[in-house]
């Protein structure tokens, strides 16, 4: 069966400092990567989406970055934080060609202070 | 106006009750529809999804009303285990799905 795994839990981060979080797929190839972030009491915004190594196509301009290095990692960076940027950040998949089922990583709760 | 908008709640409901919450999407072009359940700082995981003819899955029935655009989801005889927060989400046939904000929902026996 197929699995997502996001890392870290939980990041405290000063303003101006870098980021980067990870996530990997297992079980599936050749999936289609997405980052989300989640402000509190808002919906899910589309960050990020990849549909191959390198790849990657940005929904939203701000200071962060992604990256897929490899087929089944994702890959979310900024080099220096904003208070902005403090949320909740979902990696997620779907299968190629089934795009529009989300398959949802534990998330990490960013807190930039 | 959101793209996708939800009533945010939170609807309290005793044990047993049937409750229903609807979403509305304002682009005509949506194509693939969606109700997720996200539990309090946990992933949203996929519930179900929603097609035209309408579809069942135990005790949740999703609807499709594509004049009035809007979806539909009701929960029959509730469990304290439903207690979260439900989100809609719409997808125009794209990489970028839409979800609202949610809506909050609390059991109690």
């Known amino acids: 069966s197929q699995t997502i795994h996001q890392w870290p839990a939980t990041l405290v981060q000063p303003v101006g400092s870098p980021l980067s979080l990870e996530c990997t797929v297992e079980?599936?190839?050749?999936?289609?990567l997405y980052w989300y972030r989640q402000a509190a009491g808002r919906g899910l915004q589309l960050l990020f989406y990849?549909?191959?190594?390198?790849?990657i196509s940005s929904e939203v301009p701000q200071n962060l970055s992604a990256s897929r290095p490899q087929d089944r990692q994702f890959i979310l960076s900024s080099k220096k934080l904003l208070l902005s940027d403090s949320g909740f950040y979902l990696c997620?998949?779907?299968?190629?060609?089934?795009?529009?089922?989300?398959?949802f990583g534990s998330g990490t709760q960013l807190s930039v202070l | 106006r959101k793209e996708v908008e939800q009533d945010p709640g939170p609807f309290n409901v005793p044990e047993g009750a049937t409750v229903a919450f609807n979403c509305t999407y304002s682009n005509s072009a949506s194509q693939s529809f969606f109700w997720y359940r996200q539990d309090c700082r946990k992933e949203p995981k996929l519930l179900m999804s929603v097609y035209s003819s309408g579809n069942e899955d135990g005790r949740f029935t999703a609807q499709l009303n594509r004049a009035s655009q809007y979806i539909s989801l009701l929960i029959r005889d509730s469990k304290l285990s439903d207690s979260a927060t439900y989100l809609c989400?719409?997808?125009?046939?794209?990489?970028?799905?839409?979800f609202g904000a949610g809506t909050r929902l609390f059991v109690k026996a």
């Open positions: 079980g599936t190839s050749n999936p289609n």
């Open positions: 997620a998949w779907s299968v190629r060609g089934g795009r529009e089922k989300l398959f």
């Open positions: 990849s549909v191959g190594i390198g790849q």
């Open positions: 989400a719409v997808n125009r046939g794209g990489f970028k799905t839409i």
